[in-house]
């Protein structure tokens, strides 16, 4: 089921209703919220529950296990490990099968050696690679002694299924999100009404910016060899705006649902084309999937303490972990690998948390260094992007290599709608980029009156309804 | 929470109360638009953008061409209902009649989303249960709440001829080979069948129905023209048909490889009006004659 869908329209009153209604108790409530993540997410495949369903148990299983042998450490090394190794077994063969098949038999080609493996049709099940490491993080934090293992099989269900989540993240520690299973909840109201603003925002940065830019984007893409340089660079920068629209988008309507039930989820972009550097690109944009490498790679190889040559290497690690993660295609590892190259030289000079702050913080404007450095980390960024959307590698070398070769100073022509939608949203977001999402209302300025705040809703509901692209899955429920 | 809900309640009231004012506008103004036709004029002409860049109604004096861009047999139905029920001379109906309107997936036209703003938003206030019924909900509310912006709810709006520019041939072939392919099935059934309605709404009315194809580029090569042959000899060949699918028709005249550009247009709107319409319909027999038995014309 997509949010921006009829037949969630539909779903999230009615879950609401009865959440808050019929199923007062906090047993009900989490076991309600079983049952309704697993429609949503059998609303695309019921067979894949099957696979959600086994993964829950195993890592449920797994930390039952890891507890009760907590004084034999290898014998809960082997279930922390085999607990690992099943999850990613199963990731690898639905995500990374045919990707492994096919370079091995190129690279046995080479020395004239013929392969002849079986290439599996397997369909990607949504978003697996999210629940995936959520599951891992359960198992990890048990064995590392972070986190007491959960007794409550329906509660960890409902912790791995939370349907604002499941699909395309955050993707949360077990360590915040699963202690909110415990708790009774209470209806909010504040929190609430933030979180159906969040659900707005979202909702207007999915089909107003990602689904226009998407109209333009495609055909860029799909026909680039045709296209002059500054048509180009415009499919790249709205594919820039595109996947921020989309994904982030996502991620709001996702903590503005779960608001809605009474829990908090952990912030997942922090306006990332704001920054002045990749690092600190890097610390605003996907942060639950960053952190979760962080927490869970880069610091168990050694991080930043064990020498230069380490922690090139962990960074190296970490981010061609982190394209890999996203697909199976050399280019999303490739993409990883021109980020940790630009990393790389803020690491090694110690600049890389420079810029911890928010950007012109109480300012109306940036300054004129900062606006160079936004702009300059930004087009690094979007040409990060072009070799993350092409079809393969090559693509992308031609679509720069074309992009610069046939350039002129000549303004193509351009989707006016995503344009629209794009100035919007850097509108918002720069001025709201204080806040926790660009629908934050803190009550100050002409917001404090209902009548300004209400026509500002309706206005962007219009918005929504009268200029959105046409309806599209969201990009990251393919990794 | 009982705070929260009246909240909601009050504010989705005002809001849907406020749109519903201006859907109300628009079907109240859509239903106020005149089809009424001039008397001098005695030929309608109805079909998509091939006839309204073919047709000049400037040029042919007694005819009205409403056709416009996009439109299946659907929103012509309604268009022809509308006109039949105003003031009018109509006696001819020229109906366009090509290998776009028999293709397999002709259907898209009315239910491809492409078409919610400028069809089914456009259309609805004409709609009765029969045509209500062929939407899905969320598919008709798209249609619905997009409607509100039309500005244009005149009676040129719902089609006249037009002229096209230049020569895209090229161009256009160049995208069509590059483009990917839509791998949705929508069939051909409602549009047949809205064709066959036009035809007994003409019968009702003593109208005489002549299918028109205007001349198309290479029609063999791009269209199923074969298809196009078999339906027309199952089913339609009691009515007249004017076909010029393969005529050999100069490129200059062409400004794409299915519409005609403003030379072509002018020159098949003189010959026209100069011989007349009934003989240039006997001077462009259908080129393919039935040698056939045909199994099954629709398919769905």
């Not at chain 1, 629908?439 to 009548?451: A, D, P, S, Y």
């Amino acid at each position: 089921m997509l949010f921006n869908s009829f037949e969630f329209l539909i779903f999230l009153p009615t879950v609401f209703l009865l959440y808050w209604f019929v199923f007062k108790s906090l047993k009900w409530q989490n076991f309600f919220i079983v049952v309704v993540s697993y429609i949503f997410y059998g609303w695309w495949d019921w067979r894949f529950l099957i696979l959600i369903a086994f993964t829950t148990i195993y890592s449920f299983f797994s930390g039952l296990y890891i507890e009760k042998y907590t004084d034999n450490k290898k014998r809960s090394r082997w279930i922390c490990a085999s607990s690992i190794i099943i999850n990613l077994l199963i990731l690898g063969i639905f995500k990374y099968y045919n990707f492994f098949k096919e370079n091995l038999e190129l690279l046995f080609q080479a020395f004239g050696i013929q392969l002849d493996w079986v290439t599996l049709d397997i369909l990607l099940p949504v978003g697996i690679s999210f629940y995936t490491f959520q599951a891992l993080s359960y198992t990890i934090d048990i064995y590392r002694k972070k986190l007491d293992p959960t007794h409550d099989i329906v509660a960890f269900f409902a912790f791995i299924s939370f349907f604002p989540q499941l699909v395309a993240g955050p993707i949360e520690r077990a360590t915040n999100l699963l202690p909110q299973f415990y708790k009774s909840r209470q209806f909010d109201y504040t929190k609430a009404v933030d979180g159906l603003r969040q659900i707005l925002w979202g909702l207007f940065k999915k089909m107003v910016v990602a689904d226009n830019c998407a109209l333009y984007v495609n055909r860029v893409f799909a026909d680039y060899t045709a296209c002059d340089g500054p048509t180009l660079f415009f499919g790249a920068l709205f594919f820039t705006f595109q996947i921020y629209g989309d994904f982030s988008g996502y991620s709001d309507i996702a903590i503005g649902t779960a608001r809605l039930f009474g829990f908090s989820l952990m912030r997942n972009f922090n306006f990332p084309y704001f920054s002045r550097d990749i690092a600190e690109f890097w610390r605003r944009w996907h942060i639950s999937l960053t952190t979760w490498f962080r927490d869970y790679i880069y610091i168990p190889l050694g991080g930043s303490r064990e020498g230069k040559w380490k922690s090139v290497r962990n960074t190296f690690i970490i981010f061609l972990v982190s394209g890999f993660w996203h697909g199976a295609n050399w280019t999303f590892i490739t993409w990883g690998a021109y980020h940790a190259t630009l990393f790389l030289p803020l690491l090694l000079s110690g600049e890389n948390r420079k810029y911890l702050g928010i950007v012109a913080e109480g300012k109306y404007f940036p300054s004129l260094k900062e606006s160079c450095q936004m702009i300059l980390t930004f087009l690094l960024v979007v040409f990060g992007w072009i070799i993350f959307r092409a079809d393969n590698v090559g693509d992308a070398w031609h679509y720069i290599y074309n992009m610069i070769a046939t350039w002129q100073w000549a303004l193509p022509e351009i989707h006016k709608k995503a344009a629209l939608g794009i100035v919007i949203l850097l509108c918002v977001e720069w001025f709201q980029r204080e806040k926790q999402h660009g629908l934050q209302i803190t009550g100050n300025g002409l917001l404090r009156f209902r009548l300004i705040r209400w026509a500002l809703y309706i206005i962007l509901i219009c918005l929504i309804i009268h200029i959105s692209g046409m309806q599209a899955d969201f990009i990251y429920f393919q990794f | 929470m009982k705070k929260f809900l009246i909240r909601i309640l009050l504010f989705w009231g005002i809001f849907i109360g406020i749109y519903s004012i201006f859907i109300i506008r628009f079907i109240y103004l859509s239903n106020k638009v005149s089809f009424e036709i001039e008397p001098n004029k005695n030929i309608l002409v109805l079909g998509d953008s091939q006839g309204q860049f073919c047709i000049s109604d400037t040029i042919i004096g007694n005819t009205y061409n409403l056709c416009r861009w996009g439109e299946g047999y659907l929103p012509n139905y309604l268009k022809l209902k509308r006109v039949l029920n105003s003031p009018n001379q109509i006696d001819t109906l020229l109906l366009i009649f090509t290998p776009l309107k028999t293709d397999k997936n002709a259907d898209k036209t009315d239910f491809s989303p492409e078409t919610v703003n400028h069809t089914l938003g456009k259309y609805y206030p004409f709609f009765s249960k029969e045509e209500f019924k062929l939407f899905s909900f969320p598919y008709f509310m798209q249609g619905v709440l997009r409607s509100v912006t039309y500005t244009d709810i005149s009676f040129q709006s719902f089609g006249s001829s037009g002229m096209l520019y230049g020569n895209h041939i090229e161009t256009v072939i160049e995208k069509q080979n590059k483009k990917t392919p839509d791998k949705t099935f929508y069939g051909n059934k409602v549009e047949l069948k809205y064709l066959n309605k036009i035809l007994s709404l003409c019968a009702d009315h003593n109208i005489q129905v002549i299918l028109f194809s205007p001349p198309m580029y290479q029609a063999d090569k791009f269209y199923d023209t074969s298809n196009f042959y078999k339906i027309y000899h199952k089913e339609y060949s009691h009515i007249p048909f004017c076909d010029m699918t393969e005529i050999n028709f100069p490129d200059s005249c062409m400004a794409d490889i299915n519409h005609l550009n403003i030379h072509g247009a002018r020159r098949i709107s003189h010959e026209i009006k100069e011989i007349g319409l009934q003989n240039f319909v006997r001077k462009y027999p259908p080129s393919r004659q039935s040698i056939f038995t045909f199994p099954s014309a629709t398919s769905q």
